[in-house]
């Protein structure tokens, strides 16, 4: 079974930077697509970016340029760097994957204060 961790999340200012982690355990992590969705309060649960197995990635409109997904197999850890933030990228961070069915980690609260 595999399980999903997520952290770092917090309280910043509009402009400045953040790093959420995601560590996997179980399973065989290097072969899984990883991915970070959030949720804001009163909002339904939206896609923010993925990594691929083979390293390619994806990412929502919203955070391209800003924000930067990567992976490292040796420790069964995915980041997600968030610069420049902004106050609508304050919610809850859920890192996912999906092998059998969608798999959450438990979430990680950003605000991003004006």
């Known amino acids: 079974q595999v399980q999903l961790v997520e952290s770092g999340g917090g309280l910043v200012q509009a402009g400045e930077s953040l790093t959420l982690s995601c560590v996997a355990s179980?399973?065989?992590?290097?072969?899984?697509?990883m991915g970070w969705y959030r949720q804001a309060p009163g909002k339904q649960r939206e896609f923010v970016a993925r990594?691929?197995?083979?390293?390619?990635?994806n990412y929502d409109d919203s955070v391209k340029g800003r924000f930067t997904i990567s992976r490292d197999n040796a420790k069964n850890a995915v980041y997600l760097q968030m610069n420049s933030l902004k106050v609508e990228d304050t919610a809850v961070y859920y890192c996912?994957?999906?092998?059998?069915?969608?798999?959450w980690g438990q979430g990680t609260q950003v605000t991003v204060s004006s």
């Open positions: 996912h994957t999906i092998l059998q069915n969608d798999i």
């Open positions: 990594i691929f197995s083979g390293g390619s990635t």
């Open positions: 179980g399973g065989r992590f290097s072969a899984y697509s």
